[in-house]
């Protein structure tokens, strides 16, 4: 079952950081980068996904972390 608080499974705790790292860039609030699938996390995602004419589907994924 998904667990927002768990890492994604598909990206390392590593990948989600550097994610977390590039989306706070962008000017996302991403509070502490822990590597965790938060909240936070997950609404910026889905807005850069809209932005970036992707899936909206909140999911962070390697083709997100590529375009970032």
Known sequence: ??????????LTQDQLKELQTKLQARGYEMGKI???FGVATRDAVRAEQLRLGMPADSWPT???????
Request: charged content about 25%.
């Open 34 to 36: 822990d590597g965790v």
């Open 1 to 10: 079952a998904f667990d927002p608080g768990n890492p994604v499974p598909g």
């Open 62 to 68: 390697q083709e997100l972390l590529d375009k970032l």
